[in-house]
């Protein structure tokens, strides 16, 4: 089975973050799981910003202490997907958003990426103490909705949000 590694992003990946952002933003113009990535063209400044959302000293207005992610397959240290974790809910969060949000890179999907680097993102949630995650998905999105059943998510509502114009199912997951 190909080695796939959950890492916090770095300097050394300025390369493969810059195409990662390109070819989701020209495949489908938003990035899910990157801790606003679409919004810094430059590597440096969202591994700073990423930096800041650690700490609540430094955490930019709206946002919730949290960790970015990335998942390197070892073989060629490709990013083949992102995963960021929130681990306090603001109100937008707990109804919408959840805990953990994620991609996987458009040319690397249905690997079955998703459930692995799901999987060993909740062994990171554990180990820091969390006891359950929400995650949500768009009732249309059957790839996510099989990626969260797949990593043990009990399916709790459907609610709608607004701003999204779209049906969000949140599901979760106990930790314990
Ligand atoms: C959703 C997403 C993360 C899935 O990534 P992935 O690596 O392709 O998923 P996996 O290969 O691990 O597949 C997980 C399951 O979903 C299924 N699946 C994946 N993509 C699918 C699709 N487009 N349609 C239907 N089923 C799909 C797989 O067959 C697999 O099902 P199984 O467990 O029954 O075999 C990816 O499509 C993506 O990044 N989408 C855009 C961002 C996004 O939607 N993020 C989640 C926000 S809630």
């Known amino acids: 089975m190909e080695i796939l590694t959950l890492m916090r992003p770095d300097p050394s990946f300025r390369e493969e973050i810059i195409s990662y952002r390109a070819e989701s933003l020209e495949a ?48 060629d240290r490709r990013i083949v ?4 974790v929130r681990h306090e809910f603001n109100q937008d969060l707990e109804r919408y958003g959840g805990n953990i949000g994620y991609s996987v890179r458009p040319s690397e999907r249905k690997k079955g990426y998703a459930k692995r680097m799901l999987a060993d993102c909740l062994a990171f949630c554990k180990e820091s103490g969390q006891e359950r995650v929400l995650i949500t998905c768009r009732t ?8 969260i059943l797949a990593n043990g998510g009990v399916y709790q509502s459907t ?18």
């Open 140 to 147: 249309d999105n059957e790839g996510s909705r099989r990626t």
């Open 159 to 176: 609610v709608y949000k607004p701003e999204a114009g779209a049906m969000l199912q949140r599901y979760w997951i106990e930790l314990t």
């Open 81 to 84: 997907g992102l995963i960021h």
């Open 28 to 75: 489908e113009g938003y990035i899910n799981g990157a801790g606003g990535m679409d919004r810094f063209p430059d590597p440096a400044d969202w591994l700073e910003f990423g930096q800041r959302q650690t700490r609540r000293e430094t955490l930019s207005p709206g946002w919730v202490p949290s960790t970015q992610f990335i998942y390197v397959r070892d073989s």
